[in-house]
């Protein structure tokens, strides 16, 4: 039981490339979302998956899509990377009575 | 705005003394909440969480304090040890779970030999 794996763990982009960050659950787990955490900062959801197929926004989705084809997969998507996109990213999974979401590692993005 | 947020963004203890770290939230209807603890290049890890109708919850070294009057909760870990040294976040679920969470800034807990 790996959990939660993100890839990359590092990446440095240049202003306008786009990329995609992946996440994987070996847990079955129906509900994962994406965060963003900034120098001192708490979390912020970026984007969110009640189940296969089904995506909604976060507080913070500009510049950020997703897409939910599988149960185990959630890749969050840059399309135009900016400066102001620099940030740990992290992902995290939950399954209905679970007490808190698992996380991933993190993904630490540099956008130059 | 933020929705949660915590009191004090570093705390400095003695090893062996408690704890208490604090944590204001500003939405009422809030049913559930979560302290979560993050190591230094880590992922938030779960520690404890409790529902909106109930006051405490404890578990091990670790005892969750709610108090809806005022919108505050509060995390109180017990015989401080080095390992306990992370950032403490309070996170509230945004609504019946699935929908991803809120969370404060954080607390920096210092562990002083």
């Known amino acids: 039981n790996a959990g939660v794996t993100q890839t990359p763990k590092f990446q440095v982009l240049k202003t306008g490339q786009s990329m995609t960050l992946q996440c994987a659950q070996d847990?079955?787990?129906?509900?994962m979302s994406w965060y963003r955490q900034d120098p001192g900062m708490g979390l912020r959801l970026i984007h969110y998956s009640v189940g296969a197929g089904i995506t909604d926004q976060g507080e913070v989705p500009n510049g950020y899509n997703v897409s939910r084809s599988t149960t185990e997969d959630f890749p969050l998507r840059l399309l135009s990377a900016a400066p102001s996109q620099t940030s740990v990213y992290f992902c995290a999974s939950i399954t209905t009575g679970d007490p808190g979401y698992t996380f991933g590692s993190g993904t630490r993005l540099t956008v130059v | 705005g933020e929705s949660v947020g915590l009191h004090l963004p570093t705390l400095s203890v003695q090893e062996g003394d408690n704890s208490i770290i604090n944590c204001a939230y500003s939405?009422?209807?809030?049913?559930?909440f979560i302290w979560y603890k993050q190591e230094s290049g880590k992922g938030p890890q779960f520690i404890i969480d409790?529902?909106?109708?109930?006051d405490k919850r404890q578990g091990q070294r670790v005892t969750v304090l709610l108090n809806k009057t005022v919108k505050h909760l509060s995390l109180q870990i017990a015989a401080t040890q080095p390992g306990d040294s992370a950032v403490y976040f309070c996170a509230e679920n945004r609504g019946g779970g699935a929908d991803g969470l809120t969370f404060g800034k954080g607390t920096h807990l210092i562990i002083q030999p």
């Open positions: 847990m079955n787990h129906e509900y």
């Open positions: 409790i529902r909106s109708n109930m």
């Open positions: 939405n009422s209807a809030s049913d559930y």
